[in-house]
Each structure stands twice: as structure tokens, then as C-alpha cells.
């Protein structure tokens, strides 16, 4: 598709901005410092994503690999990931920063209080993938059938489950501000979620059982039960995101 003329030339004016460039230099800078740091502390990080595994990963206690390139993969994959979560907080701020003269007092009040928000349940989705879902996922499916036969987790497996819950987690605790930013922005209403809550509990169910590791009903319940707190507070951010909807409902 051909880019018009005036879309094109704003583009070029845009990248060829000297302030433009030192924010690109700064996020790559970031990239750049994140993927170094996890590469020379790697055994360090490691270490650390496989606390939640317990030492049942094979009867040596640590996963195993089964080709010549999968710890090279790994720790590849690894830094890239670092580097990518150490660089996006400076994108976004980078971002905020050239589009602040473009932004009245409020959109940028707004935006202060959102993206902060936003982070931090991004970091306790996150948080509660490693410190409760992981441990007590792995501990059932890996004692699962151990008097028959010993565990062989091969290490590319593990990590991939690993960033998959980390991701995911984080996803689903940005649903409050998500539904705040929704609700302010006249996307969807209070009353248009309100009309959802009676789905949700089927929803919940469902997105615990694919997010989960495990096939039991505890491990899903412990997925299932945060999505519904976190709707109901997502509820009320976007009932108080609209203070003149609140009045006439009133």
C-alpha cells in the first residue's frame, strides 16, 4: 500500500528530529543494558525462574536438554526477553515525553496516574504466576505418577511455560485499568459490563482452565477466583471513571 505523500514526509520529519533520535538511542540503550545484564548474570537469573519447579524437574534436580543449540537458545531467548522488559518502561516514557507539548493538563494528569497504575498490576499478575500458580502447578502435575516414573523436563519446556504464565498473569491484572481506560474514553460503559457479570464466572472458569498447567480444580480456581475480583474492581474503576453517568444514575 502506497504511503501519501503528506503521511510519508511527517514520518521522515519525525525520525530525522534530533530528540526523536536520542529517545530511540535511549530505548535501545535500555535494550541494550537489560539483554547484557541477563547474559553475564545468567546463571544468576536462571537460578532464579527455576526456584518455582522445586528441584523436581529430574531425578538431578535440574531440567535437562536434548540438543546441542538448546542452551544457547535459552540463554539467548532470556536476554532478549531482559532486554525487551528493562527497554519498554523507557519506551513508554520516551513516548509520554515527545507527546506531552500535544496534551492538555488533564490528558496529561491521566496518563501520569494510568501508565504507573498499569505497570504495577502488570507486576502483581506477574508476581502471582511465580509465587503461587507455578509452584503449585508444577508440584501436582510432576508428583503426578511419580511412583511410576521419573520426571525428564527438558529445559526449553520449562521456559516457555515459565514466560507463558509470567505473560498471561500480567495480562489479566491489567484488566481494572484497562476497563478504567475503557469506561473514560466512552468505549464501554458501567452499565455494558454490568450487562457481562453474568458471563463471567463461566468466562473466569474458562480462562483459569486455559491458563492453568494443571487439569485439577484447585490450581483452576486459583486462576478463576482473581479474574472476578478483578473484574468487580474493574467494575467500579470504570463506575467512577464517568462522574456525570454516576449522577444520572443516581
Known amino acids: 500500500m502506497r504511503i501519501p505523500r503528506g503521511v510519508k514526509h511527517r514520518l521522515l520529519w519525525v525520525f530525522a528530529d534530533p530528540g526523536v533520535k536520542r529517545r530511540i538511542f535511549l530505548v535501545l540503550v535500555a535494550f541494550g543494558l537489560g539483554a547484557s545484564l541477563s547474559w553475564y548474570y545468567y546463571s544468576d537469573v536462571m537460578a532464579f525462574l527455576l526456584l518455582p519447579a522445586g528441584g523436581q524437574l529430574s531425578p538431578n534436580r535440574r531440567p535437562i536438554f536434548t540438543a546441542p543449540a538448546d542452551m544457547f537458545t535459552v540463554k ?5 526477553r531482559a532486554g525487551i522488559v528493562v527497554a519498554f518502561p523507557v519506551l513508554v516514557y520516551q513516548t509520554f515525553r515527545f507527546l506531552n507539548p500535544l496534551l492538555n493538563k488533564q490528558q496529561r494528569w491521566f496518563i501520569a496516574i494510568f501508565l504507573p497504575a498499569s505497570f504495577v498490576c502488570y507486576l502483581l499478575g506477574a508476581a502471582f504466576a511465580y509465587f503461587v500458580i507455578l509452584p503449585t502447578g508444577l508440584q501436582y502435575l510432576l508428583s503426578f505418577g511419580a511412583d511410576v516414573a521419573d520426571p525428564m523436563i527438558r529445559i526449553t519446556d520449562y521456559m516457555a511455560l515459565v514466560y507463558t504464565m509470567l505473560f498471561w498473569l500480567g495480562i489479566i491484572f491489567e484488566l481494572p485499568p484497562a476497563m478504567f481506560l475503557l469506561a473514560k474514553f466512552r468505549l464501554v460503559s458501567h452499565q455494558q ?9 463461566l468466562t473466569a472458569f474458562f480462562l483459569g482452565a486455559v491458563i492453568t498447567p494443571t487439569s485439577d480444580i484447585v490450581n483452576w480456581t486459583r486462576v478463576t477466583v482473581p479474574i472476578i475480583v478483578l473484574f468487580e474492581a474493574g467494575m467500579f474503576l470504570a463506575w467512577l471513571a464517568r462522574p456525570k453517568q454516576r449522577r444520572q444514575s443516581a
Open 193 to 201: 459490563f454490568k450487562k457481562f457479570r453474568r458471563y463471567l464466572p
Open 76 to 80: 539467548l531467548q532470556l536476554a532478549l
